[in-house]
């Protein structure tokens, strides 16, 4: 098993490391890391537009929806002919319900494994140094001290290595994933419609 992660790993050394070689500043690696996240947030929504029926998936969710209303309808009204009917047809719901579940969750199960180990081996190569500084309104505004005190995955870098390699303290720090977090978030409208699927929000 550790063989085949060496593997991965030593993989990803060969793609990844002379991109940050050629990232204008490869001791702090910021546009490596947004270059990741727009490779990381293209495979996903790739994965959704070739491993989801969308035109079956927004049939079955507009049945879930016209079934809720008729449900909420019935229980308003009282009426015991109508919820009796619609109680048979729960069963049907749920089935739906299951197969909406199980088709929005496949192409997680694709892309899930091949992203963790992706963020493992960041986490152990010079990508897992990069800090960026905000200003202190954004940085108290997007709750950044909440992820640092619950643990967040791959949160603030400890701040005495953060001193030590820049030579000087640096305020409302966030680390790799912060940055990475962001990054996503930012990309996601604009990959979303360059793969040709709908809107986020």
Known sequence: ????????????????N???????????PLLTIFLIAFLISLFTNLAQKYLMDHEKLDSMKEKQSEFQKRMSAARKSGDPKELSKLQAEQQEFMKIQSEVMMMSFKPMLVTAAPILLFFWWIRGSALSHVYVSFPTFPYWAVLTPLWHSIGIYGGAPDLNVVFSFVGYYLPNVVGWFGWYFLCVFALSNVVRKLVGLKSSF
């Not at 098993?1 to 060969?14: A, E, K, R, T, V």
């Not at 940050?20 to 500043?25: G, T």
Request: glycine fraction near 4%.
């Open 18 to 28: 002379p991109i940050i070689a050629l990232d204008p500043n490869p001791k702090n």
């Open 1 to 16: 098993m550790m063989d085949i992660l060496g593997s991965i790993f030593s993989s990803f050394d060969q793609v990844f």
